[in-house]
């Protein structure tokens, strides 16, 4: 199984309140991981990446849809013993600087917080 599988696997057991929606598109290049809907009627988008550097590899199309989609949507990182939150607005810095890029919410459980508080 894929690191980014597992990870989603991960995810998807700590958040049972958030409906995901895998999005496998092979259609539209850049199209994030998933579609997460919460409790407060909100939709946002999250990009998986698991990294074992400082680096978080993001494709031009990827960088392209969080420029033009900057609200609700999210890239999160795992590494080896945590996990960042970063929002679409900031995906240029972080592909320019990785992991040296203050997220907004550092940690699983954190994150998983915010998504839960989207709309409140």
């Given at each position: 199984?894929?690191?980014?599988?597992?990870?989603?696997?991960?995810?998807?057991?700590?958040?049972?309140?958030?409906?995901?929606?895998?999005?496998?598109?092979?259609?539209?290049?850049?199209?994030?991981?998933?579609?997460?809907?919460?409790?407060?009627?909100?939709?946002?988008?999250?990009?998986?990446?698991v990294t074992k550097t400082n680096k978080v590899r993001l494709s031009p199309h990827q960088i392209s849809f969080h420029v033009l989609h900057p609200k609700n949507t999210f890239i999160l990182v795992k590494t080896k013993t945590?996990?960042?939150?970063?929002?679409?607005?900031?995906?240029?810095?972080?592909?320019?600087?990785?992991?040296?890029?203050?997220?907004?919410?550092?940690?699983?459980?954190?994150?998983?917080?915010?998504?839960?508080?989207?709309?409140?």
């Amino acid at each position: 199984m894929k690191l980014e599988s597992r990870f989603y696997n991960e995810l998807k057991r700590i958040t049972p309140q958030i409906r995901w929606t895998r999005l496998e598109n092979t259609s539209v290049l850049g199209t994030p991981d998933l579609l997460g809907y919460n409790t407060n009627q909100h939709f946002f988008t999250v990009e998986l990446k698991v990294t074992k550097t400082n680096k978080v590899r993001l494709s031009p199309h990827q960088i392209s849809f969080h420029v033009l989609h900057p609200k609700n949507t999210f890239i999160l990182v795992k590494t080896k013993t945590d996990c960042h939150l970063y929002s679409g607005n900031q995906v240029r810095e972080l592909f320019e600087n990785g992991l040296s890029v203050k997220p907004i919410v550092r940690g699983l459980r954190e994150s998983c917080l915010h998504f839960e508080n989207i709309g409140k």
